[in-house]
T-cell receptor, first 112, second 114 residues
Framework: LAKTTQPISMDSYEGQEVNITCSHNNIATNDYITWYQQFPSQGPRFIIQGYKTKVTNEVASLFIPADRKSSTLSLPRVSLSDTAVYYC?????????????FGKGTMLLVSP | ETGVTQTPRHLVMGMTNKKSLKCEQH?????MYWYKQSAKKPLELMFVYSLEERVENNSVPSRFSPECPNSSHLFLHLHTLQPEDSALYLC?????????????FGPGTRLTVL
């Protein structure tokens, strides 16, 4: 499983755009890049997933360069409720199920 | 009930007790997972069930015994646990597929072993 590296923590203010970058130099051909959000004492929640280029949904965008060795999660106009831990995961589900390997994640603190 | 539910939400047990954690998914998924999250440590995958068959067991001690009687229910039977087993136990489910996909997590059971 490809290892990921992301900042331990980030600070932001309400209304700002936040970009969290994750490096995954050993990503394999079949691997997808997935981001989850976790609040204290809750289960992680899926945010976005991509394979290459750019993916956008109602809550975030995911930018993946051509070499796929890194990815950037972009959260537009964050609010206090976006304070959470964000995990970048890389893996495949060729067997039909995925075996997620979580790292320490990035603790995002949004201040007023 | 929608999504993934877990009961109980909190559990305190002694080292000689036997207890069970229950997970139920209402999403029609056919893969289920148990994770452990200890304080200040990353989530660790414990077990994976695919079509009610255990397909992954990540070197979990035998004092943890999973059971998947059908595609909607997953249990984690606990016996003779140690204080270091105190953690948040999370259940997740997904639809079997290739080419990406997401896991849906339950709220977790906060376990304290005295």
């Amino acid at each position: 499983l490809a290892k990921t590296t992301q900042p331990i923590s980030m600070d932001s203010y309400e209304g700002q755009e936040v970009n969290i970058t994750c490096s995954h130099n050993n990503i394999a051909t079949n691997d997808y890049i997935t981001w989850y959000q976790q609040f204290p004492s809750q289960g992680p929640r899926f945010i976005i997933q991509g394979y290459k280029t750019k993916v956008t949904n109602e809550v975030a965008s995911l930018f993946i360069p051509a070499d796929r060795k890194s990815s950037t999660l972009s959260l537009p106009r964050v609010s206090l409720s976006d304070t959470a831990v964000y995990y970048c995961l890389v893996g495949d589900n060729q067997s039909g199920y995925s075996t997620l390997t979580f790292g320490k994640g990035t603790m995002l603190l949004v201040s007023p | 009930e929608t999504g993934v539910t877990q009961t109980p939400r909190h559990l305190v047990m002694g080292m000689t007790n036997k207890k069970s954690l229950k997970c139920e998914q209402h999403l029609g998924h056919n893969a289920m997972y148990w994770y452990k999250q200890s304080a200040k440590k990353p989530l660790e995958l414990m077990f994976v069930y695919s079509l009610e068959e255990r397909v992954e067991n990540n070197s979990v001690p035998s004092r943890f015994s999973p059971e998947c009687p059908n595609s909607s229910h997953l249990f984690l039977h606990l016996h003779t646990l140690q204080p270091e087993d105190s953690a948040l136990y999370l259940c997740a489910s997904s639809q079997l597929r290739t080419g990406g996909g997401e896991q849906f997590f339950g709220p977790g059971t906060r376990l304290t072993v005295l």
